[in-house]
């Protein structure tokens, strides 16, 4: 078996994933594009459809998928769809907004979000993964404003009281996250979750999200810059979404390249955290694999530029037309590297 086909994650194509439905140890997986592939409907496989056009490659891109260590089984409940196996847990939960009508105190948007992962936390109780490693979030028009608060901080309001609800607020319980923004479409959220604990990381150059100062709205973001987490001989680091930002400050506004470049000093100083906490061999930006989020398509030459020259020409970085978190953020990168161990 090479080492890529014995991994958690692999990047597959349509072609590829159709083919791997039938393996048992098939998870889930998410998918980029307009349309979703034929046949990847919400029956049979978690998958999320990520309603954003790749750049670069014709509008449509390949598969992130999935993969536990054994057999797995498929279930659906409190509106999650889901698989796992003896570790590990992939779930899926899509919610319109218009079936979450706000009250007095609350839009839409803050209770889909609030009911979305307070039914992910039920899933973890009732099938007994309570860890909670990685969350990929994206809604509709995250930058724009109604009910006079950005629609990103409505957000941020409904996930928070999920996880204080559910007594997660402590940093050791925070996971690695990503929040994008993507044309129409629902609030869609894929999650891994695991028997195990992961570590949560921080990043040194950066004040931690879940402690930004309330200039960044009533609630701050709750996730982790980065995870660190073991499974079936494998070492996984999950990066959250990063962007151009020291401290809690947004730096260079307006120039897509050096705000590609501050992600990449960003990246540098997680992987030298994540290389402190672990026991095995350092990590390294030629490893990462992940999707780089571009706010405007003209930009995309100068932000890869900067990243080939970071990570190499050979990465495999998927590279996606979506608004990023604040309105003077042009890039973010999310990202995973992998270490085997015995």
Request: a negative charge.
């Amino acid at each position: 078996m090479r080492h890529e086909d014995a991994r958690l994650q692999r990047i597959l194509s349509v072609s590829e994933l159709a083919d791997s439905r039938n393996d048992p140890a098939l998870l889930g997986a998410s998918w980029v594009g307009r349309d979703a592939p034929a046949g990847f409907g919400t029956t049979g496989l978690p998958f999320q459809h990520i309603i954003a056009a790749q750049l670069g490659r014709g509008g449509a891109g390949p598969a992130e998928a999935w993969f536990g260590a054994l057999a797995g089984r498929e279930g659906f409940a409190h509106d999650v769809h889901f698989r796992c196996d003896a570790h590990l847990l992939f779930g899926v939960i899509t919610l319109a907004e218009g079936d979450c009508a706000g009250d007095a105190g609350a839009t839409p948007l803050q209770r889909a979000s609030q009911r979305a992962y307070e039914s992910l936390f039920r899933v973890l109780a009732d099938e007994g993964y309570p860890h909670l490693w990685r969350v990929w979030n994206y809604l509709d028009d995250i930058n724009g404003t109604t009910a006079g608060l950005e629609r990103y901080r409505q957000f941020n309001i409904g996930r928070h009281q999920a996880f204080a609800n559910a007594d997660r607020l402590q940093g050791c319980t925070i996971p690695a996250a990503s929040a994008l923004g993507v044309a129409g479409g629902p609030l869609s959220i894929a999650f891994l979750a695991a028997r195990a604990p992961c570590i949560p990381l921080e990043n040194p150059r950066q004040l931690s999200a879940y402690r930004y100062p309330a200039d960044y709205g009533p609630r701050s973001p709750t996730f982790s810059r980065a995870a660190l987490a073991r499974v079936a001989g494998q070492e996984w680091l999950f990066v959250s979404g990063t962007a151009s930002i020291v401290g809690h400050l947004t730096v260079h506004q307006g120039d897509p390249a050096a705000q590609t470049r501050e992600i990449v000093a960003n990246l540098e100083a997680l992987l030298a955290e994540a290389s402190r906490v672990s026991t095995g061999p350092a990590y390294r930006l030629d490893e990462l694999s992940g999707r780089a989020y571009v706010r405007h398509p003209e930009h995309l030459a100068a932000v890869q530029a900067e990243l080939v020259r970071a990570l190499g020409a050979g990465a495999p970085i998927v590279y996606v037309h979506a608004d990023v978190c604040r309105a003077d953020l042009l890039v973010e990168l999310e990202a995973q590297a992998c270490h085997l161990f015995v």
